[in-house]
């Protein structure tokens, strides 16, 4: 594999899960593969999961790791082309992506959406101008429109607590207090296409996401529509695509709860975190046995392990 | 061992400093058990010597390392039960402490005193949370009430210096301009329940520290009193403690100087660094060779190792 | 060699040019000796290249490696003798070296220029004083006054891209919007005394770098006179050094742009970013096959992995 922008890059989506699980039991088993390669994970926006997960993942591939802040302890990068760079952004990624290309093997990147501009947004100008201009395999680790590690590690939870039935799977927008990007609903949506599912997504009116993506989806505007007997709840935030980064609903109304669950099939609840208690989901919710979101995390290890070995294989 | 969060978590105090002294002699003897295991260190707060000493005595074991600054590089946490998250604080430290507890085999906390309230401080917010949530051996790396590192580093310093007669041992409050914790205080006092040694703790009126840790202690609000034929002399500031978290006093009575140092019995001067010139100890006393400022930092390293290595005996 | 602060340090700059070579070819050849070794990276200003490629290097040597940003990690540093630390300041320098040096074998520290007082930025404050009190060796990663693993980067790639006769090299100032240190112009002016060729130097007047610095050099106020004929074009701002830190000149007249290298001897150009595009060099220049930019950047990490390896050969 030459990069992993989204999971549609993978050659084999079953077989990266496959693998992830069996790291999941042996996470040494490749430790020697990497040796004497260097991956860069570059850090535009906060991270706490994918920071940790990926960095052990690569140490488990026995990778030498280079993490980079690069709000804080580089230069500010200017991503438009033919400027006079006479303001705060003394380098263009030009340089740096060429430069930094040098230095790694792999070029992990985080970069989120701004929700300014849906143009730029949808342009991933941060992934994209890298991948153009390093040179060497890029790692996607959320940019603006697309999350795929998060995506592929709710693949392998999904896997891990199938029901002998084909599955309800809801995506239910809730709500939140900022502006939150589409990456994972899009990801996950993505991602649903590779699974034996009936798959919903519910949100208030003006919260669709891109129909370009969810074009396979049971579109709902009735949370209690689609909760009803779902196997799987993955609640997430977004801020509405077609009013761009707007937020047009700010009550409690879609708050995933104790009383909702009770129409599922005694469904498993889903998140990517980091999750707003009582906004998002009510505490009793998140705390129950039926909760995966602990699970999900674990398995992000497991998927950028197994993703990592495909661009390690990629260059070797 | 399970966790270490006070010396009095150490199964045997004396060996562990025993241990700490073989290291600093052959720090790599046990460079191989760290293998395919991974400390994180979670810093909430600035950090020099617990940073690089415990990275450092990590290596040494042969551990994977880890690094995140909480206040920069990931989400504010709540720590609070029950709390509607609609603030700034983006994640719960149960899932946080949850989801690091998958990527590493160990977890060091580094999360200082508000001072602002005696209750939460004592409480151990950070810390406890962790433990609690983790499920996984929590390293102490000071917290709002303890420094067990540090006092296993002084502890090795003060044997590493002792005199042939049961010496005279003082630790003195000292001016600054800003209000510091108790931490260094407290485990300064209950590690010296470790040794044969005469105790005095010297503070202005109003500066005792928390009486049920420093009842073995002899107290005094007399300075000359204290430094009279002492062997050892550790200058430390700390904010009221009955007061909590006052600043009472801000002349130079106290601030230990060359002249203060004439009535000691030629005594060794101790400070836990950051010390402030001039301010906390003249230049004189703290460049003079009776300063084992130096070696106390240097010692980290080797109590760091010495407790790390209980920890990943405790998973073995 | 014991330190690396400039390349005047350096035993034998032509081998140090050629072990880099060597390294750029295979980087692994010599990554066991850095074994239970570690190098501390100190950064206390910004740094993409510098960071990445000397944590490259130090890797491909088989180093540990422990990096610190100063500026936000740990405690605001003292550097001045004989204060009162009562203000921001908490921990004095000679405390910081000499702890760090305990923990580390080698150190390397990256401090710029202020820019508002000469003689300060002349006594090198930051470096001369880790120097004074680490006791360990002291790798120059750019301080006030010099960038010498730039400066060896520049050489390798010269002499990568050297025409068979003897080459006319030219440094000349370009604009930009804030005011620079003279690190990079001294540090290219001293390597260039170990390359056989005609040195030109221009800039406008008032931009003279030290003369003790540039007194073998051709100096001009004409930029077309020194672009003329030239083999390599070097360009770089730098503050006033007379006028010490003050911007004189705003307008664009000194850019390098496409016509102005029509007058050279189809010239290599130089930079040692971040570059400012369209306010140091026109777009054009920049993205010309005959930059050389990418290449010199490439170059810093076997720069660094020759003079790293002088200094572990220094303590070895």
Known sequence: MKNFITINDLPNFKKCVENALIYKIDPFIHNGIGKNKTIGLLFFNPSLRTRLSTQLAAQNLGLNIM????????????????????????????????????????????AFANLTD???DEAEIVLNSFS?????????????????????????????NMPKHKPKVVLTWA???????????????RMINHIDADYYIAQPEGYE???RITKNAKITYNQ???LENADFVYAKNWASYSNYGQILKTDNEWMLTKEKMK???????????????????????????????????????????SVIKLLIDGIS
Not at 92 to 101: F, G, L, R
Not at 144 to 154: E, G, K, N, R, Y
Request: aromatic residues 4%; contains cysteine.
């Open 67 to 110: 993490v980079m802040n690069l709000s804080t302890e580089t230069w500010a990068l200017e991503f438009e082309d033919g400027t006079k760079m006479s303001g705060i952004r003394s380098e263009h990624v030009k340089e740096a992506a060429a430069v930094i290309s040098q230095y790694c093997d792999i070029i992990g990147i985080r």
């Open 118 to 120: 849906k143009n730029k």
């Open 132 to 160: 153009k201009y390093a040179k060497k395999p890029i790692l996607n680790m959320e940019s603006s429109t697309s999350h795929p590690l998060q995506a592929i590690a709710d693949a392998i939870t999904i896997k891990e």
């Open 175 to 189: 709500p939140h207090p900022k502006a939150l990007p589409h990456a994972v609903g899009n990801s996950f949506t």
């Open 209 to 211: 996401l891109d129909s």
């Open 224 to 226: 209690s529509e689609a």
């Open 263 to 305: 129409i599922t099939n005694n469904a498993k609840f889903m998140h990517c975190l980091p999750v707003r208690r009582n906004i998002i989901v009510s505490d009793e919710v998140l705390d129950n046995k039926n909760s995966l979101v602990i699970q999900q995390a674990n398995n992000r290890t497991f998927a950028a392990q």
